[in-house]
């Protein structure tokens, strides 16, 4: 009983917009004990999704300005009487698991807004740009009574397209002068973007941002129309984060998508195809967990790889071999 009072608790503390519930609410969505997984589940489950923020995800390649961005535009948005949640995903190191989680350090001017909360989380082992349970927090932002949830990657690739699975508006951030940049964007992630920013526009960098925008908004028109866009999106816009130049126009571009999308019902199509996908996607991770979690799957696990590795199997068929076993449990 005490344990459900403290969900209770902390549910309370969260919707009544508690800075404190609700880092440590995000604390318990992304922690892996199976216990904190149950509370967290039961945290989720009594908070509802009533509540609906803008949510838009940001992804950028390294070095383009994603975080003096992420702080103008808050800024901006916070001037203007809203509230804004930053859920930075910083990478893990594939060595030692950890994570420097300096996103703070670099907003510092955001970080102690009262209308703003910046919460950093490592990527771990996660595919896509995403912590695992980025979308969780999404969630928890969202019942703490924020109006704008700012998802910020990694960095850019192939899958990193996974954000826009949990975002509204999709903004891929990019640099002037970049040379050959859109091979390392790949096309994939631009047929994802619902505008592109190219930030640094300013001193002597303006002609080349404004070419490198031309180009993009050239890209831009040569691929297939996509059914959940208004005329002229996606496209491609300067700013200057640096100078706060080019974020109310970037705004309002975004403001119109997002309206035009709620009318359209393009907005409810998409948020109920997010939810089927990360449907999906726990099915898929609570099905390798329990081949984690059982003893006799596990030791099965660890034989199998050992005959990867050393090549008396294939992958496919020593995946085979270890799934076996759960196949005719299932067929029982």
Known sequence: MSKQLDIIALARGVQASDRRSLAQAITLVE????????????LLDSLGSEKQALRIGLSGTPGVGKSTFIESFGLMLTGMGKRVAVLAVDP??????????????????????PNAFIRPSPSQTQLGGVA????????????????????????????????????????????????????GVKRGIMEMADIILVNKADGDLMPQATRTCADYAGALRLL???????EGFP????????????L??????????????????????????????????????????????????AQRMDAAQADVASGRKTPAAAAADVLEPLQARLIK
């Open 248 to 297: 109310q126009n970037a705004w309002d571009q975004m403001v119109a998508l997002a309206e035009w999308r709620k009318q359209s019902g393009v907005w409810d199509n998409t948020r109920q195809n997010q939810s089927s996908y990360w449907f999906q996607q726990d099915v898929r991770n609570g099905l390798l967990q329990l081949l984690q979690d059982d003893p006799s799957l």
């Open 31 to 42: 922690s892996g004990r199976a216990d904190h997984r149950e509370q967290a589940l039961a």
């Open 235 to 246: 496209k491609a816009l300067t700013i200057s984060a640096l100078e706060a130049e080019g």
């Open 132 to 183: 695992r349970r980025s979308r969780e927090a999404v969630a928890l932002c969202e019942a703490a009574g924020f109006d704008i949830v700012l998802i910020e990657t990694v960095g850019v690739g192939q899958s990193e397209t996974v954000v826009a699975q949990m975002a509204d508006l999709f903004i891929l951030l990019l640099a002037p002068a970049g040379g050959d940049e859109l091979q």
């Open 224 to 230: 297939r129309k996509r059914p959940q866009d208004p």
């Open 92 to 113: 893990s190191s594939a060595r030692s698991g950890g994570s420097i989680l300096g996103d703070k350090t670099r907003m510092d001017h955001l970080a102690r807004d």
